[in-house]
T-cell receptor
């Protein structure tokens, strides 16, 4: 596609429920990144994929968070048993090797 | 110590002022340097992308990299209210992983 696409754009969920966030990177981009941005805060690195593997998942906050990528394309970020502190905007970005990252518009997650 | 340090601001300037935004970093292996602009409730968009030391100009924006001091800057000339946003610096060694600063909130008053 023309840009990085994320869905849903907004998600409201009840505490304790599981959620799945989806990212469609720019076609041909081998690297894909997930970041979290709390209200008024900077970007918090979660995980990045090189192809289908995840060389660095050091930013995942707990074992409730997981991510996968299939076919060097779509990625899903799953949050299990959501907590209120998980409320944030989840941003996805993609890039080629040695080039800049392009961001999607984010998924705004609200846990009530 | 964080790999990339950026003052979160907020920074408030009058319209027409020259704005200077800065980041420092600790990893001397960083080679690629970027500045992103993020409007409220939007994803970050790339403004400037530079490799190694030196200056790069694009319209009212100038990116400056000083690798010896591990210091990068973004200058905005003739600032406009529409420049009000959060500005994030970012850098990478090569390869894939990009490290972001926390972002500086800028307000340009009409």
């Amino acid at each position: 596609g023309a840009g990085v696409s994320q869905s849903p754009s907004n998600k409201v969920t009840e505490k304790g429920k599981d959620v799945e966030l989806r990212c469609d990177p720019i076609s041909g981009h081998t690297a894909l990144y997930w970041y979290r941005q709390r209200l008024g805060q900077g970007l918090e690195f979660l995980i990045y994929f090189q192809g289908n593997s995840a060389p660095d998942k050091s930013g995942l906050p707990s074992d409730r968070f997981s991510a996968e990528r299939t076919g060097e394309s779509v990625s899903t970020l799953t949050i299990q048993r959501t907590q209120q502190e998980d409320s944030a905007v989840y941003l996805c970005a993609s890039s080629l090797y040695n080039t800049e990252a392009f961001f999607g518009q984010g998924t705004r997650l609200t846990v009530v | 110590q964080k790999e990339v340090e950026q003052d979160p601001g907020p920074l408030s300037v009058p319209e027409g002022a020259i704005v200077s935004l800065n980041c420092t970093y600790s990893n001397s292996a960083f080679q690629y340097f970027m500045w992103y602009r993020q409007y409220s409730r939007k994803g970050p968009e790339l403004l400037m992308y530079t490799y190694s030391s030196g200056n790069k100009e694009d319209g009212r924006f100038t990116a400056q990299v000083d690798k010896s001091s591990k210091y990068i800057s973004l200058f905005i000339r003739d600032s406009q209210p529409s420049d009000s946003a959060t500005y994030l610096c970012a850098m990478k060694t090569g390869g894939f992983k990009t490290i972001f600063g926390a972002g500086t909130r800028l307000f340009v008053k009409a």
